[in-house]
């Protein structure tokens, strides 16, 4: 399947490495608005196809592409999203935009192959949706809490302005995709030096009846299955259980189990410690395969 | 005019001592009780701020909103104020509160994130909110640092920038540079929060105040995260004895201190082994009480906690490292012992 890059920057260079060594998804073009751009010319070195012209440059050329990546930001791809749906490109979206259903490979992307537009959600939704959605698999989860703590050399400045996307969008998920009755989202970033790798803690609240030796086996191979396309990404401890019951406005939780997750990068063009964006990136791939895999090419 | 304006955050920083289980009436009679004594800001949130109420940070008792409505009819010539920290809560909480009455917003970032709080200082600014920047854990970077930091949360539109000494561990000197520097350079108004962790708290406000502060939080009794912060009656003992102006009557900010916020925590006050530890290691000091937690439930050392999450550089809402710490400690003790 032929694929297009639309931005240059941290995230679409890292995406660029990573489809370079994919075997059913070419890729045909990175495009950019800045002449001047570093992931331009990296991606000119390595022979792929660049311009400067933004978007209308690919739109032109949109028989030759079936599938683009955008790495851009959300208010950029929501002037896109229709003018790559009117071309009959497929799109996945890397920014926060949400324009189209919210996937995560390990838990739902088969059922949204066939949409124009699948969105990835946030970096923090990557990484802990699963682990609600392996938890939810065994039994009910009336509400679920995430911690994301990134280093802050790797929050670049779309993230920094605008944080409440991050996050009530990666709330969300925890509800629409892992199954959490309710769900709640939390961001920190952390100046220390050398940087810190990612981390996620998940805490998903238990009934009384919850099997605990059931939820430590579910949550134990999907790490294993998000570890098979983000090779950084394991449990720091084996899943806590916490049994005091704690009284909330939205009422009594009998118990928690504690997930600690940590994410190391790849270091494809990112650092190690940006594990971050590379659950983003190493997740458009795989959903990006997924869907070359039912199409067929024109 | 007053030498500085007083912000009491017994019901927001006060709440971490009582892990955010504050009730409507004890709002009620607390925030009449400042406002009667003359305190002229009231600070009432989660101790984590708008949003705050989870597992990380502990949920509340009551919701915050329905906190605020009792402050909102107990006071009378207060102003009031809400804590808000970006990557916790969000700009809806700020229409909410705004709708509620609430006059001042305080946006608290880490000392080196100041760019996180873009969004929700002009969306307070563009709701007709005062509105302050909040700088946490500033012992952590060099005072120069410090000011470009403030300059990005002025620039955005903040009436005032904090110096937040969250972890209690600024000695004189470092809220003399820090509050010097500050005034010197910005046209906006500086503040001072202080922690008593190193039992520098009343000191330290009177430094800032001598460096030119514009703003100062108290707590009645010092109720607060860690060992506390400053007391808002002794401050204004204090400043009187030293001829400082407040605005404040001191006797009646003794009587709510003693009589209504006192039996809540009798101990408060009292800086133990591991209150004075999270100021000589520069921990958050809202760690104190899930530290503690955490020590028990996997029999490890509270203090050992708190020294490890300094070693990392652990920055404020990291709540969660506190139980990935302990677990390894635990992990660690028993591997020694076999």
Redesign the interface.
């Known amino acids: 399947m032929r694929c297009a890059i639309v931005g240059s920057g941290n995230i679409g260079t890292d995406l660029m490495f990573k489809l370079l060594r994919s075997d059913s998804l070419q890729l045909g073009a990175v495009v950019g608005i800045d002449p001047g751009s570093e992931g331009l010319r990296r991606a000119s070195d390595l022979g792929v196809a660049t311009t400067a012209d933004g978007v209308d440059w690919l739109l032109d050329r949109a028989a030759e592409f079936d599938l683009v990546y955008e790495a851009t930001s959300a208010h950029v791809h929501r002037e896109n999203a229709p003018r790559y749906e009117e071309a009959g490109l497929k799109a996945v979206d890397l920014t926060p935009a949400k324009v189209g259903p919210a996937v995560v490979p390990s838990v739902n992307q088969l059922q949204h192959l066939d949409a124009p537009n699948v969105n990835l959600i946030t970096c923090g939704g990557q990484a802990t949706t699963p682990i609600v959605a392996a938890v939810a698999a065994v039994t009910p989860v009336p509400y679920a809490e995430i911690v994301s703590t990134v280093a802050s050399r790797s929050a670049g400045p779309g993230t920094r302005q605008n944080i409440d996307e991050f996050t009530i969008t990666t709330g969300s998920s925890l509800v629409d995709v892992g199954g959490a009755g309710r769900g709640k989202a939390i961001i920190v970033l952390n100046p220390a030096e050398p940087p810190i790798l990612m981390r996620n803690t998940v805490f998903c609240a238990l009934t009384k009846e919850a099997d605990r030796q059931q939820i430590e086996e579910s949550i134990g191979s999907m790490v294993e299955e998000v570890s098979s396309y983000v090779p950084g990404y394991r449990l720091k401890n084996p899943p806590i259980f916490d049994e005091t019951p704690v009284d909330t406005p939205h009422g009594r939780y009998e118990g928690r189990v504690i997930s600690l997750l940590e994410v190391e990068g790849a270091g494809d063009f990112l650092p190690a410690y940006a594990g971050n964006l590379d659950i983003m990136t190493a997740a458009a791939v795989r959903v990006g395969e997924a869907i070359a895999s039912v199409e067929v090419p024109a | 005019m007053t030498d500085y304006r007083l912000t009491d955050s017994t019901l927001r920083d006060g709440s971490h001592a009582i892990r955010h289980q504050f009730t409507p009436d004890q709002v009620s009679a607390i925030v009449a009780g400042l406002d009667d004594a003359g305190v002229p800001v009231i600070e009432v949130s989660h101790g984590d701020g708008l949003?705050g109420?989870?597992?990380?940070y502990g949920?509340?008792?009551?919701?915050e909103f329905e906190l605020l409505e009792a402050a909102v009819e107990a006071r009378s010539d207060a102003l009031l104020a809400v804590l808000l920290l970006?990557?916790?809560g969000?700009?809806h909480d700020l229409h909410r509160v705004n709708d509620l009455g609430v006059d001042v917003a305080r946006i608290a970032t880490?000392c080196?994130?100041a760019?996180?709080s873009?969004?929700h200082i002009k969306l307070a600014k563009k709701l007709g909110m005062e509105t302050v920047g909040f700088l946490m854990l500033s012992h952590m970077i060099e005072p120069d640092q410090l000011l470009g930091q403030a300059k990005l949360m002025e620039s955005y539109g903040a009436d005032c920038v904090y110096v937040v000494d969250s972890a209690g561990a600024m000695t004189l000197d470092a809220v003399r540079t820090r509050v010097g520097l500050l005034k010197e350079n910005l046209s906006c108004q500086v503040g001072l929060h202080a922690h008593n962790n190193l039992a520098l708290a009343v000191a330290n406000s009177l430094v800032a105040v001598d460096e030119g502060a514009d703003q100062i939080d108290g707590c009645a009794t010092g109720l607060g995260a860690g060992a506390g912060n400053c007391p808002t009656e002794i401050l204004v003992a204090a400043s009187e004895r030293m001829g400082i102006s407040t605005g404040i009557d001191p006797f009646k900010a003794m009587d709510t201190a003693e009589e209504v916020v006192r039996p809540l925590a009798p101990h408060q006050g009292v800086i133990d082994r591991d209150g004075l530890i999270l100021g000589y290691a520069g921990v958050y000091g809202s760690f104190l009480l899930h530290a503690k937690k955490a020590a028990a439930?996997f029999d490890v050392d509270t203090r050992d906690i708190l020294m490890t999450l300094g070693d990392?550089?652990?920055?404020?809402?990291?709540?969660?490292?506190i139980?990935?710490v302990a677990?390894?400690l635990q992990?660690h003790a028993a591997k020694d012992s076999t």
């Open positions: 949003g109420s989870s597992f990380n949920f509340s008792g009551t919701s970006p990557g916790i969000v700009r880490h080196t994130e760019d996180i873009e969004q439930d990392r550089k652990v920055v404020g809402g990291q709540e969660d490292m139980i990935d677990a390894e992990r």
